[in-house]
């Protein structure tokens, strides 16, 4: 049986609730920090204003998350450049039973990467509510800043190494995410002939 996504996205948080109602004031000011830094390119925004199906993205987070700090409000930003992304997010606790009931620990439970619970991912829906596209939970520029940290460069010549900007490069890839979507739902065949467009 196909998991409830749109179940669980009317009943998930707007980026700005999620932050209210579950962080503390010291991870609320981790993670508008980040956001503050997140600046997308005059690109990145022409890109997100040509977007024209809508999709909604719900994202499984944790606020006492790093990785959830350095990716959601990457994604908050995004969102905002265009009506055509509706972002929500569910909260997960940092301490998992699997057999809760909660929202959060549910959509953890489908969402395992690796073996395991994992945030932050994100599920891509059509307007219609049919899966798109699940990912998470870091980004390949996040992982080779990571290996390069344990055991030094990846590739004796440097060219698998980690980005000099991160935070851009993150940006970036995740931006292709959205766009991978995007362009998947403008050119659906199902979704022109349920837009009238064919």
Known sequence: MAFDFKTAFTDALPYTQLLHLCANSEQRQRWQNLYDSVVLTAEQKTLLQGFRRKMYVLCLTGVWCGDCVNACPIFQRIAEVTDTIDLRFVHREQKFDPSATDAGTKLANELSICGGPRVPVLVFLSQDWFECERFGERTLATYRMKVANMNGATCSTGLFGPP????????AEWLTHFERVQLMLQTSPRLMKL????
């Open 164 to 171: 000099a900007d991160v935070l851009q490069a993150n940006i």
């Open 195 to 198: 837009n009238g467009e064919v």
